[in-house]
């Protein structure tokens, strides 16, 4: 990974806070990073960011903007960073390999995706089959990710958090 700087960072390691403007991208080797905005006080997490992830604060290091969101390692992290414009270069090379514009260009779509089912879920589904979903479609998030943060992801506060994963028990 040549134009990539190796980085180990601590766990809760803030990397980019909101309203600054991000000027580097990353990859996830190792580790899970969690975006967040703050909301009258209160973290927000709506998203996480596992091992073979690129994110960046995407509006932010493609315009340069002010980021809306911050990123924070939830544990150790074996992160790659890249700058701006070793990714520009990179990209402009991209349209010339259909093979690698392929594969960005999906990356891009999963996390658009991602985004669209979180926001339709909270139209959708109760705070219980949120986490039931998330359960199912990305167990690592459960097992590795604190209680606080789940809680925060799903819309919900940690005591009813709680109470949801009683009731399941309970049914189960």
Same mark, same amino acid.
């Given at each position: 990974?040549?134009?990539?700087?190796?980085?180990?960072?601590?766990?809760?390691?803030?990397?980019? &806070?909101e309203n600054e403007v991000s000027h580097h991208a990353y990859f996830v080797e190792k580790g899970i990073?969690?975006?967040w905005y703050n909301n009258d006080g209160k973290d927000v997490t709506f998203q996480f960011f596992m091992e073979n992830t690129?994110?960046?604060?995407?509006?932010?290091?493609? &315009?340069?903007?002010?980021s809306m969101m911050s990123f924070e390692t939830i544990e150790h992290c074996v992160l790659w960073q890249v700058d701006k414009e070793t990714v520009d270069r990179i990209l402009e090379k991209v349209y010339e390999n259909s093979e690698f514009r392929k594969s960005l260009m999906d990356a891009v779509f999963e996390r658009t995706f991602d985004y669209m089912k979180h926001f339709?879920?909270?139209i959708k589904d109760?705070?219980?089959?949120?986490?039931?979903?998330?359960?199912?479609?990305?167990?690592?998030?459960?097992k590795r990710?604190?209680?606080?943060?789940?809680?925060?992801?799903?819309?919900?506060t940690k005591v009813h958090l709680s109470r949801i994963k009683t009731k399941i028990l309970k049914e189960n």
């Open positions: 990974m040549g134009n990539f700087k190796r980085m180990e960072v601590p766990a809760k390691t803030i990397l980019l &806070k990073v969690r975006a690129l994110f960046s604060s995407l509006e932010s290091f493609k &315009k340069g903007l002010p339709l879920s909270f109760t705070p219980q089959q949120r986490y039931q979903d998330l359960c199912k479609e990305h167990s690592e998030i459960i990710v604190p209680q606080h943060y789940i809680a925060s992801y799903l819309g919900i």
